[in-house]
């Protein structure tokens, strides 16, 4: 079955940066639309961003677009996520998740990306 193992979340400074990973297996990862949600606190669940695989595509949620970027990997099965100039409210759990069709825009949801990994936690400080 498809598993996501996320790593890279930890405590930084409003203003600092980040770089999340994903490593993909038990799916082809090299044809897959990804995806980046987030969830924080008392809040449901967040579209990110997504990439495509073929044509090349991203789409970014607007209060990340200019500051965050969604690359992938696909020799390492692994998806990234650069967060930059990051503010406290980017606070939450960041989720990788796997679909098998693209979706780009504010109302993709689960149920365009099922598969998610276990998350890994963000926290900035002001």
């Known amino acids: 079955q498809v598993q996501l193992v996320e790593s890279g979340g930890g405590l930084v400074q409003a203003g600092g940066s980040l770089r999340l990973s994903c490593t993909g297996s038990?799916?082809?990862?090299?044809?897959?639309?990804m995806a980046w949600f987030r969830q924080a606190p008392g809040k449901e669940a967040e579209f990110v961003g997504s990439?495509?695989?073929?044509?090349?595509?991203?789409y970014y949620l607007g209060s990340v677009k200019d500051r965050f970027i969604i690359s992938r990997d696909n020799a390492k099965n692994t998806l990234y996520l650069q967060m930059n100039s990051l503010k406290p409210e980017d606070t939450a759990v960041y989720y990788c998740?796997?679909?098998?069709?693209?979706?780009?825009?504010?109302?993709?949801?689960?149920?365009?990306?099922?598969?998610w990994g276990q998350g890994t936690q963000v926290v900035v400080s002001s």
């Open positions: 998740a796997q679909g098998r069709d693209f979706c780009a825009g504010y109302g993709c949801s689960r149920r365009d990306y099922p598969s």
């Open positions: 038990g799916f082809n990862f090299g044809t897959s639309p």
């Open positions: 990439i495509n695989w073929i044509p090349h595509n991203i």
